[in-house]
């Protein structure tokens, strides 16, 4: 694999520093030297896969069994150790893309049924991945996702719940109160940031607490709880304002998909198309450029943060109008605020690259549900998959260096927001 | 103390003169704090239900048991209120420094607190308010706290951000549990997770400082991958044999003689379990060592000014590993801490937001060690207090929730500006590469 990968890189640097040339060469160049960045990410992912093997070889019982004897007899380990990893890796694949077994069964649900959970899965990531890829093209860093998720989802879920609308009307009404919900959780630490220079991470960190136990109280009080219930959990959003499912109602993959790549459509339009994309690009890139240039550094915080909130509220509303439960929980985020974030950065903070980062992410989501019923691997293993990427991605000469592979600049997330006076 | 404040030795950019407090942030200052004192009179003062405010001073096993403090509770409030709303007046005519604001603003949170307490206690009448118990909860919860934003101040006074406690934590819960269950043994959960701690450090330190990853990513990351493995590990082994993995049981408080028969405090602070007090010797350690050694003023120098630090011959990163890495170890005890030191046992997400709230004391505490600790004993108390009125009542009930909600609110106006500035090392956060 190593020589395959040395080959090209090394071969585009040398085009490279020597600038590149105009027209079809110089595309050809440039779409190696993202084949470039696409390397690194599959060895990371391959990085990543490594350390989610090691991981299951030493929680499976019959490799601790036969590692006791290891000595005595090797093959013993080493065939409990290769059975565990791959009826593992397997059941994953199956719960996520493709089960051979559905085949036999003969109909079209059972065998779209995994890429179906995996679409469904990746809806909520890719918004909150944009959320969090578009703050981050303008320089912010917003880990404030939950918060934001979860302030949309409230919102859309009331909306949902205590409201009577007609058909079409209500579902847009419970969007319109998440996406305010969103904005406007993200606006507050815009707002601050723009106003007294506080740094985003810090705020958006309170605001995601701030943000849970408001929700955690609300699903104490009178209105918003269930009636004639103790449990922490609200009405349910009437039908009327559930997201449709795209493929029937027994396949779950929903219309928040298609919000989902809407917003990555608008998302790209925004940051390559307009003149706002390109305002939050130029204070991303350098604010104090930005600011000689005539724009106004502070309402583009206010403006991305607005904008970035809303993304985040409308996957609270992917979460609450098309999620498997249509009441809210204290569980409303699952965890998608905090793994949005890794969705963005494997994304590398581009709208494609977040889209498929969301679908990776979300296939992991839903083969690691099968892979637990099956093998009994805890689901967290994902989240390890995940963290692990991420890391390699973010430090690629690790990679290079652990795949031996030149030293090439670029492949890298790109260096954000410095201190926390930056 | 007549040595140079600590704080000015190394200030390369800050103004160093300030000429009084200004006006317009002395009157902010002073309506907030008389704000504070209405609602002592009007809400606390006014709303409380007829008759006492009765508080118990004797803790459960005290040696000498005090008679219970019974005070009129609407007075006593309008008194304590009236105190308040005239300092607050004081300052926004007259001013007080900067140095005697900061006690002032401590005196008016005290009398708050007691105002608020007397009304709060009228909520059960006969049914006295436990001062020990409260106060001792309060140390129980900080405890953590403290360990977590002092590994804090380790990591981002030498210029590393440190936004991994939370992973930290729970590295060192698991540890803690998974140690001391398997070896039968506590000493050896502690050091379990002090070790899972500092490798958590170690993570943080190599690809913060070798890598140049963007370290608020990486704290992110590094918490995310915490979260991801010490699940699994509680699926894959905890879960299914608790008594083999994940019963470590937990430390039992030590008496201090005679120390511990001190009426009210006593048992607070000297019959406590070893991690407290260990972290009474980290505190006194790190406040001391980092201001008055050498290794203290290096370390700020790499965290102010790498460059020049690295000019006098300071090992820049060496310093920086050391010091992100001894960071992760004081975080992974206070991650042993909620498994061994208190509850005995690991559950999922066990830190719950913890490392946060420790990263908020940080901030709050200005990166200075007292004040992050005083940050994390408020947080602490909140904590206590919504669990004790959740139990005991209030008047008007409080929701729990928006007491929780007040340590992160309190950062949220810190960072804000409201409360003075609030000023990270110079070169927090940003890599430094030599040449």
């Known amino acids: 694999m190593t020589t395959e990968v040395t080959g090209p890189p090394s071969n585009v640097e040398d085009g490279d520093t020597g600038g590149s040339p105009p027209g079809a060469l110089g595309r050809a160049v440039r779409a190696v030297r993202d084949g470039n960045t696409l390397v690194i990410t599959l060895l990371a992912f391959v990085?990543?896969?490594?350390?989610?093997?090691?991981?299951i070889v030493i929680a499976d019982e019959d490799t601790r069994t036969a590692a006791g004897y290891f000595f005595a007899y090797p093959p013993d380990m080493l065939g409990a150790?290769?059975?565990?990893?791959?009826?593992?890796?397997?059941?994953?694949?199956?719960?996520?893309?493709?089960?051979?077994?559905?085949?036999?069964?003969?109909?079209?649900?059972?065998?779209l049924g995994p890429i179906s959970d995996t679409l469904f899965n990746a809806a909520p990531l890719i918004l909150g991945g944009l959320a969090v890829g578009l703050a981050f093209r303008a320089g912010l860093f917003n880990i404030g996702g939950q918060g934001q998720l979860i302030a949309g989802a409230i919102c859309a879920g009331y909306v949902g719940f205590a409201w009577d609308l007609p058909v079409v009307l209500h579902l847009l009404a419970a969007l319109v109160a998440g996406v305010i919900g969103g904005a406007v959780w993200g606006g507050i630490a815009g707002w601050l940031k723009a106003r007294t220079g506080a740094h985003e991470v810090i705020s958006t960190i309170m605001l995601n607490y701030v943000a849970l136990y408001l929700l955690f109280y609300l699903l104490s009080v009178g209105g918003f709880q269930a009636e004639n219930s103790n449990q922490a959990i609200s009405r349910p959003v009437e039908e009327n304002a559930r997201l449709p499912h795209l493929l029937g109602s027994s396949l779950s993959v929903n219309a928040s998909l298609i919000l989902a790549l809407l917003a990555a459509l608008g998302c790209?339009?925004?940051?390559?198309?307009?003149?706002?994309?390109?305002?939050?690009?130029?204070?991303?890139?350098?604010?104090?450029?930005?600011?000689?240039?005539?724009?106004?550094?502070?309402?583009?915080?206010?403006?991305?943060?607005?904008?970035?909130?809303?993304?985040?509220?409308?996957?609270?509303?992917?979460?609450?109008?098309?999620?498997?439960?249509?009441?809210?929980?204290?569980?409303?985020?699952?965890?998608?605020?905090?793994?949005?974030?890794?969705?963005?950065?494997?994304?590398?903070?581009?709208?494609?690259?977040?889209?498929?980062?969301?679908?990776?992410?979300?296939?992991?989501?839903?083969?690691?549900?099968?892979?637990?019923?099956?093998?009994?691997?805890?689901t967290e293993i994902v989240q390890v998959i995940q963290s692990v990427i991420v890391l390699f991605i973010a430090a690629p000469s690790l990679i290079r260096a652990i795949f031996r592979l030149r030293e090439t600049r670029g492949g890298g997330v790109t260096t954000l927001a410095k201190g926390w006076n930056g | 103390m007549t040595t140079i404040a600590p704080e000015e030795e190394l200030v390369v950019i800050r103004p160093v003169v300030a000429l009084g407090v200004p006006l317009r942030s002395r009157l902010i200052a002073g309506i907030t704090v008389v704000v504070a004192g209405l609602v002592c009179v009007l809400a606390w003062g006014l709303g409380a239900n007829p008759g006492s405010a009765d508080f118990s001073l004797t803790a459960a096993g005290d040696t000498f048991a005090i008679p219970d403090l019974k005070l009129?509770?609407?007075?006593?409030?309008?008194?304590?209120?009236?105190?308040?709303?005239?300092?607050?007046?004081?300052h926004a005519v007259r001013g007080f420094s900067k140095r005697q604001m900061r006690w002032v603003l401590l005196v008016v949170l005290l009398l708050f607190v007691i105002a608020f307490l007397c009304w709060a206690s009228t909520g059960s009448p006969g049914n006295p308010l436990n001062i020990p118990g409260l106060l001792q909860n309060t140390l129980l919860l900080a405890t953590p706290l403290i360990l977590g934003a002092l590994a804090g101040i380790l990591c981002e006074r030498t210029g590393v951000i440190n936004v991994a406690i939370e992973g930290q934590f729970l590295a060192g819960a698991f540890a803690g549990a998974l140690g001391a269950s398997v070896a039968h043994s506590l000493g050896v959960g502690v050091i379990s997770g002090m070790v899972a701690g500092g490798l958590m450090g170690a993570l943080l330190a190599v690809f913060a400082i070798k890598y140049v990853v963007n370290q608020v990513v990486l704290g992110v990351v590094i918490n995310a991958f915490a979260l991801g493995i010490t699940g699994f590990g509680y699926d894959a082994l905890m879960q299914s044999d608790p008594s083999a993995y994940n019963e470590p049981g937990f430390f039992a408080p030590i008496r201090i003689p005679v120390l511990a028969d001190i009426p009210v405090i006593g048992q607070l602070f000297f019959n406590v379990n070893i991690i407290v007090y260990m972290t009474y010797i980290l505190i006194i350690v790190i406040d001391v060592a980092l201001?008055?050694?050498?290794?203290?003023?290096?370390?700020?120098?790499?965290?102010?000014?790498?460059?020049?630090?690295?000019?006098?011959?300071?090992?820049?990163?060496?310093?920086?590993?050391?010091?992100?890495?001894?960071?992760?170890?004081?975080?992974?005890?206070?991650?042993?801490?909620?498994?061994?030191?208190?509850?005995?046992?690991?559950?999922?997400?066990?830190?719950?937001g913890k490392g946060f709230i420790a990263l908020a004391a940080v901030i709050f505490g200005k990166w200075s060690p007292r004040g992050a600790i005083g940050a994390a004993l408020l947080f602490g108390f909140a904590d206590a207090l919504q669990s004790l009125l959740s139990v005991a009542g209030t008047p008007v009930p409080?929701?729990?929730?928006?007491?929780?909600?007040?340590?992160?609110?309190?950062?949220?106006?810190?960072?804000?500006?409201?409360?003075g500035r609030v000023q990270a090392p110079a070169a927090d956060g940003e890599p430094y590469v030599k040449g």
């Open chain 2, 72 to 90: 009129p509770a609407a007075g006593t409030a309008i008194v304590l209120g009236v105190i308040v709303i005239a300092l607050g007046l004081f």
């Open chain 1, 268 to 378: 790209w339009w925004l940051l390559t198309r307009s003149t706002l994309g390109f305002r939050l690009r130029a204070v991303g890139a350098n604010q104090f450029a930005a600011r000689t240039a005539g724009m106004s550094v502070p309402s583009s915080y206010i403006t991305v943060m607005l904008l970035s909130g809303a993304l985040s509220g409308l996957a609270g509303c992917a979460q609450i109008l098309g999620g498997n439960n249509p009441a809210l929980t204290g569980d409303v985020d699952a965890n998608i605020g905090f793994d949005a974030i890794t969705v963005a950065l494997l994304g590398r903070a581009s709208p494609g690259g977040t889209v498929l980062a969301g679908i990776l992410f979300g296939g992991l989501r839903a083969g690691a549900v099968k892979m637990q019923s099956d093998t009994g691997i805890p």
């Open chain 1, 47 to 55: 990085c990543a896969i490594v350390v989610g093997a090691v991981l």
């Open chain 1, 81 to 111: 150790a290769w059975n565990a990893v791959s009826s593992g890796y397997a059941a994953l694949f199956e719960g996520s893309v493709f089960n051979p077994d559905s085949l036999t069964a003969g109909s079209t649900i059972a065998v």
């Open chain 2, 398 to 419: 409080i929701p729990s929730n928006f007491l929780l909600m007040l340590p992160y609110l309190a950062t949220l106006f810190a960072v804000a500006g409201l409360v």
């Open chain 2, 291 to 352: 201001f008055r050694t050498r290794w203290g003023l290096r370390t700020r120098a790499v965290g102010e000014h790498p460059k020049a630090a690295d000019t006098v011959g300071i090992k820049v990163l060496r310093t920086r590993y050391r010091n992100v890495i001894m960071g992760g170890v004081v975080a992974g005890l206070g991650g042993a801490f909620l498994t061994i030191g208190a509850i005995g046992g690991f559950t999922k997400d066990i830190s719950s």
